[in-house]
């Protein structure tokens, strides 16, 4: 138990800083600036940015201006801590699980925020390879959803990062979890659709793949 919630909470730390560096991606500034209020740029103290924690205490608004501090932050730090919850930090495939994940999260805030993000994000995860199961990846399993996937894209209604991402996911999962993930992705979206009060016509769909990921990894 002590595991997973230390995992937690280091996944949502990541998480956080996964956010931090989509709003700086342009300004620069990640490693050293200290962070600040986007509307009233005051630089926020430790107690301000605990991931989670902060975003409850302070009630969804900023401590210095009051103004609301953007869900979709508590939802990428608690997706964060999800996704990180069953990897050993200990072992070198446990830091190589940890880089692959954290792009992902990466991609996924990326992908939410613009509806695409930049090709060089993908390369990190290619550190997966090496410790993929290939015989856990059926062909069987996996044609017909790739295809289904690739059938989308030429319609324009997928973008080719949803399928790269899936098959990155069949590396680290196995073909059928990935497909389980992806599955789930599907039920995320539909629900968040019918029960959002403002329905798009399109839905940026690699942070359900993600959340879907997540939750099959963690079983």
Do not use: W
Not at 21 to 36: L, N, P, Q
Not at 60 to 86: D, H, K, N, T, V
Not at 131 to 151: E, H
């Amino acid at each position: 138990m002590i595991f997973y919630l230390t995992n937690f909470l280091i996944g949502a730390c990541l998480a956080s800083h996964a956010c931090l560096i989509y709003d700086r991606f342009d300004t620069g500034g990640v490693v050293f600036a200290r962070s600040e209020c986007r509307n009233c740029h005051y630089q926020l103290s430790i107690l301000d940015e605990i991931p989670i924690l902060s975003y409850i205490l302070l009630h969804g608004r900023c401590r210095y201006c009051a103004e609301a501090i953007p869900y979709q932050l508590l939802q990428f730090e608690f997706l964060g801590g999800l996704s990180f919850m069953p990897i050993d930090f200990s072992t070198p495939n446990g830091m190589a699980y940890t880089i692959f994940i954290f792009f992902l999260l990466l991609i996924s805030i990326f992908d939410y925020h613009e509806g695409e993000f930049p090709t060089f994000l993908l390369f990190p995860l290619l550190l997966i390879v090496p410790y993929a199961d290939l015989t856990a990846i059926s062909l069987i399993n996996l044609l017909p959803i790739a295809a289904l996937l690739g059938y989308f894209i030429l319609k324009n209604q997928l973008g080719t990062g949803d399928l790269i991402v899936y098959l990155f996911f069949c590396l680290y999962l196995g073909a059928t979890r990935a497909n389980i993930a992806l599955l789930l992705a599907c039920l995320f979206a539909i629900g968040n659709y019918f029960l959002s009060q403002k329905q798009e016509a399109q839905i940026y769909f690699l942070p359900y793949i993600m959340l879907g990921f997540a939750i099959v990894n963690i079983f």
